[in-house]
């Protein structure tokens, strides 16, 4: 079988694999968010939602909004346009490890594929796989840009840079990597970053404005922290797949650049691991925002290829191939079958278990919402200020802080109901 068919049957049988996996599990937290917005109010409202998002950029909510409105509301529509976007990198994945992988492409693909970063974003109604598929498209027109320069190629990769950064923000790394390895012998690929960026200001700028605002309102609770970035967490979330899928990647990739003593074109691929490792935590440090591994993500084709190319016939390749796709392909079932969090399950348990007359309150309040997504006919019982019911149910969440807890005044607990980490407390006035 070609190498053609061969990727087509991977990426085919990746692709039934994904849409399976899509309404597997509910929503979760960061979906909700990204999701409830997109699925109500007007397109206006949806934008000014964006802006207040930390890193969040328009394209994805203005992707997601009409592919629910086509498909419906559910979890597989919301999550349908990431799992899209990541069989689309799959393809373009294979067009580009053609320029550094003369064998085991086939094999680079499926590593790709199953890496459980990638796979976890293509299944996660979330902007990231929007923003690989870019991120590699730009590549590959870089890489033509390398082989022959002409106005239009200039023209279509400062285009994709643009629709990258209109997707998420962090793939503007490997896009000054790659301006960085073309100068100082062409300077076209770098004003054609220039030009994306300024194109992305007209966003970003009020964006900024919008989230000081809010920021003066409603003060952040995640923050920058050096705990963030110890040496081993970093190892063991690189790739989503915690140590036994990223130390055979990265001793491979190891291999290969000790074994290479003329670099020539895989220089972009050191360039861009450089960027894309080291720009999300200056950036974080910088912005104080949290890190977390799926900023990493922009980083892992330049691993793969590097990886891949360390591939060999001997054993010890063979061995740390075979630990990296068991422990990726068992991190990625589990991912596929198991809840991120508890908020479906908590929604249901408060509608099976509120009593007739009580109303239900979330702590802190704001939580109430997460509830709301799934169960909207909870609307009516939730508690107001003014409400002289008997009896008030609390939910805490796992999201709920130790200092977000109180007790309603008056009251005393009569009943405690565990869902996973939430908890339902039933208050009635104390005698």
Partial sequence: MSLSKTAAVV????????????????????????????????????MRWAQLNAGASPLPYLVQRPCVDLLGYSAFAARFPAALFSILSGAIFVVVSSRFLKESRWFALAMFLVLPIQFRYGMEARPYSQGLLFSLGTLWLF???????SAGLAILYGLSVAAGLYSQPLTIFPA??????????????????????????????????????????????????????????????MTGGGYACAIPLLALAA??????????????????LLATLAGPILMDAVFNYFFAERQWLFAMPALLLLAAQGLTRQITGVALAGVFLVAAIVKDFHQAITP??????TADAIAAHLPAGA????EPPGQIDFYLFFRPGLQSRVCEEDSATPE???????YTLPSERRVPSGMAAVQS????????????PSP
């Fill in 11 to 46: 990426v085919g049988a990746y692709a039934a694999l994904l849409l399976w996996a899509l309404p597997r599990t509910p929503l979760w937290l960061d979906e909700i968010q990204q999701f409830g917005n997109t699925r109500n109010g007007s397109l206006g409202e949806l």
């Fill in 143 to 149: 890489l033509k840009l390398e082989e022959r320069y």
């Fill in 176 to 237: 000054l990597a790659q301006a960085a390895y073309a100068l100082p012998k062409r300077r076209a690929p770098l004003l054609a970053v220039v030009a994306a960026v300024l194109s992305y200001l007209p966003w970003y700028i009020p964006q900024r404005l919008a989230q000081t605002s809010y920021a003066a309102i409603h003060p952040p609770t995640a923050f920058f922290s050096w705990r963030q970035i110890h040496p081993l967490v970093l190892l063991h979330d």
């Fill in 255 to 272: 291999w290969t650049i000790y074994k290479t003593t003329e670099p020539g074109a895989q220089r972009v691929l050191y360039y861009t």
């Fill in 340 to 345: 991120r969090d508890d908020l479906a399950a």
């Fill in 359 to 362: 109303c239900v309150q979330a």
């Fill in 392 to 398: 008030v149910m609390l939910v805490a969440s796992s």
């Fill in 417 to 428: 109901i565990k869902v996973g980490r939430s908890e339902l407390i039933l208050y009635r």
